[in-house]
């Protein structure tokens, strides 16, 4: 197949509900190579193919990039965007898929508390691209009550359908991050906690859900009385704390012989 050929039947492919994933990454394996053949996987000055080729080879990195998200592989992810960002400079026809990616690698920097470098992304972009952008506001809104510690509207939006069926990928990522954070918290605070009182600040949905989130946190349940124990947790904490007093006393015992010395 020559390099259109494959490039219809990759949109054919992820665009139908009855592809198979080794399909389209069947595909996606075979244009790179193209695309790499034809001096077209980076856009330069010196690209043999005409440009009419570019928004075929843009179109190709998107689709990897969304297929990326979908099979749940975020470094593929990152290495897509990485060689979208020179299409994006270039000099082409704007692409419809340029905001929704956009949206998405913002996610991305949320969900794994990349905090800097998200406010840093949004600096560069014009203002009136992200308050007019569905796809942009749907991550600012996130970072914004996060920062607010509204969690609840981030648990509210997460609900709701996102702009992009790709976008639920990174914001159940980040309610997975606010829930450890929630967990942390809690571990802290109680000794003890009824189990549905648990589930309820950690905004799961049935008691299933919040039973094996603690059985990763390692907490002990007793399906009797359905109270959820922190305090084999707190009490390793405190084993390991460093002794302040005793610390203090040392050095200032030490800093008096070190003066007598001198």
């Known amino acids: 197949m020559d390099l259109h050929s494959l490039h219809k039947s990759l ?27 034809h001096n077209l996987l980076v856009p330069s000055a010196s690209s043999s193919s005409s440009s009419s080729d570019l928004p075929l080879a843009r179109e190709v990195l998107e ?14 992810f990152d290495r897509y965007i990485s060689l979208l960002t020179p299409f994006y400079d270039a000099s082409l026809s ?5 905001e929704p990616l956009l949206g998405l690698r913002l996610l991305r920097l949320l969900s794994s508390n990349q905090i800097s470098a998200f406010h840093t992304l949004i600096e560069t972009l014009p203002t009136d691209l992200v308050n007019s952008s569905k796809y942009l506001q749907h991550p600012v809104s996130l970072e914004r009550w996060l920062m607010e510690g509204s969690y609840s509207k981030v648990w509210r939006l997460s609900r709701e359908t996102p702009p992009q069926d790709e976008y639920r990928f990174f914001v159940d990522l980040l309610m997975d ?10 571990e802290k605070a ?5 189990l549905h009182d648990a589930a309820t600040l950690l905004f799961f949905e049935n008691l299933d859900q919040v039973l094996g989130f603690a059985k990763t946190r390692g907490w002990q349940v007793n399906p009797k009385t359905q ?3 922190f305090a084999s947790l707190n009490t390793a904490a405190a084993e390991t704390k460093i002794p302040k007093k005793a610390t203090i006393a040392s050095n200032l015992t030490f800093a008096k012989e070190l003066e007598s010395i001198v």
């Open 63 to 76: 689709i990897g990039a969304f297929y990326s998200v979908r099979i749940g592989d975020i470094a593929a």
């Open 11 to 37: 949109v054919t492919a992820f665009s139908s509900s009855k592809s198979k994933q080794d399909e389209v990454r069947s595909l996606l394996t075979k244009l790179k190579i193209a695309l790499t053949e």
């Open 227 to 229: 109270v959820v124990s």
């Open 190 to 194: 109680y000794d003890s906690l009824a």
């Open 94 to 98: 704007p692409s419809s898929n340029y």
């Open 177 to 186: 991050m606010i829930r450890n954070e929630i967990a942390s918290c809690e």
